[in-house]
């Protein structure tokens, strides 16, 4: 198992976790814990509505992109196999993750398993959590591309091809989002703009919707959601370009 110092768990629940041998690692919910700022409160809306229902989304189809270190099961033969937790990447919990399934381990996720964790307490220091977060997977999506030419692995190549197909997306929507904040900025806008932003807001939207209908999800009022995510989606913009010109590799 490993623990963050800032997550808690009840561990009689980890005791009922039931495995099979080709499960190499397996994911627990993780939640934020509940406090009344509003930073906090938007990250326990972004793990509720993304983080979270992303991980269950994708698991329909065989892949997880990410066991959360934070709180999870690892098999040791499987790390042992990968060489363990590797150091060349900021995300060493998707990094590995992404390398167990390349080398045909699957992926189990123990959804009754709740841990709770202790979010950034400060825009400065949620903004240096997502540099590391957002560049350390987009780095396991770089080491993910080696995988898919390898002979043989074609049935492991799937997380390997989402994990890279999704940091392409995250990278072209981080700057079409810089080039219109930067044209709001210079009072230059126009209809490409207005379209973006009303995509990007149309888009938050419908989430909200699909999952309220898929999942039961905590009372909360629609407009709270929405400022919420739109929040956390500018705040990992900063994150993204505080990560890019940091002197500092690790955040």
């Given at each position: 198992?490993?623990?963050d110092?800032?997550?808690?768990?009840?561990?009689?629940?980890?005791?009922s976790?039931?495995?099979?041998?080709?499960?190499?690692?397996?994911?627990?919910?993780i939640?934020?814990?509940?406090?009344?700022?509003?930073?906090?409160?938007?990250?326990?809306?972004?793990?509720?509505?993304?983080?979270n229902?992303?991980?269950?989304?994708?698991a329909?189809?065989?892949?997880v992109?990410?066991?959360?270190g934070?709180a999870?099961?690892?098999?040791?033969?499987?790390?042992?196999?990968?060489?363990?937790?590797?150091?060349?990447?900021?995300?060493?919990?998707?990094?590995?993750?992404?390398?167990l399934?390349?080398?045909g381990?699957?992926?189990?996720?123990?959804?009754?398993?709740?841990?709770?964790?202790?979010?950034?307490?400060?825009?400065?220091?949620?903004?240096?959590?997502?540099?590391r977060?957002?560049?350390g997977n987009?780095q396991?999506?770089?080491?993910?591309?080696?995988?898919?030419?390898?002979?043989?692995?074609t049935?492991?190549?799937?997380?390997?091809?989402?994990?890279?197909a999704?940091?392409?997306?995250?990278?072209g929507?981080?700057?079409?989002?810089?080039?219109?904040?930067?044209?709001?900025?210079m009072?230059?806008?126009?209809?490409?703009?207005?379209?973006?932003?009303a995509?990007?807001?149309?888009?938050?939207?419908?989430?909200?919707?699909?999952?309220?209908r898929?999942?039961?999800?905590?009372?909360?009022?629609?407009?709270?959601?929405?400022i919420?995510?739109?929040?956390?989606?500018?705040?990992?913009?900063?994150?993204f370009?505080y990560?890019t010109?940091?002197?500092?590799?690790?955040?």
């Amino acid at each position: 198992m490993t623990l963050d110092a800032d997550t808690s768990i009840a561990l009689p629940a980890t005791a009922s976790v039931r495995t099979s041998p080709e499960i190499g690692a397996i994911a627990f919910t993780i939640v934020a814990a509940d406090t009344d700022r509003f930073l906090a409160d938007a990250q326990a809306v972004e793990y509720t509505y993304v983080l979270n229902f992303e991980r269950v989304a994708l698991a329909g189809f065989g892949i997880v992109l990410t066991v959360p270190g934070a709180a999870s099961l690892w098999r040791a033969e499987a790390l042992r196999q990968i060489g363990g937790f590797s150091s060349r990447t900021c995300a060493e919990d998707t990094d590995a993750t992404i390398t167990l399934q390349s080398a045909g381990w699957r992926i189990g996720l123990a959804l009754d398993v709740v841990a709770t964790t202790n979010c950034p307490s400060t825009i400065r220091k949620l903004i240096r959590q997502r540099a590391r977060w957002i560049w350390g997977n987009l780095q396991a999506a770089f080491y993910a591309l080696a995988p898919c030419f390898l002979p043989g692995r074609t049935a492991q190549r799937g997380p390997s091809l989402v994990m890279i197909a999704i940091s392409v997306m995250i990278v072209g929507g981080y700057a079409v989002a810089t080039a219109t904040l930067v044209r709001l900025t210079m009072l230059d806008v126009g209809l490409i703009d207005v379209a973006a932003s009303a995509v990007l807001f149309f888009a938050t939207v419908m989430r909200i919707i699909v999952i309220r209908r898929l999942q039961t999800m905590p009372e909360r009022g629609m407009i709270a959601v929405l400022i919420a995510l739109l929040s956390m989606q500018a705040i990992n913009l900063a994150g993204f370009w505080y990560g890019t010109f940091a002197r500092r590799r690790r955040w």
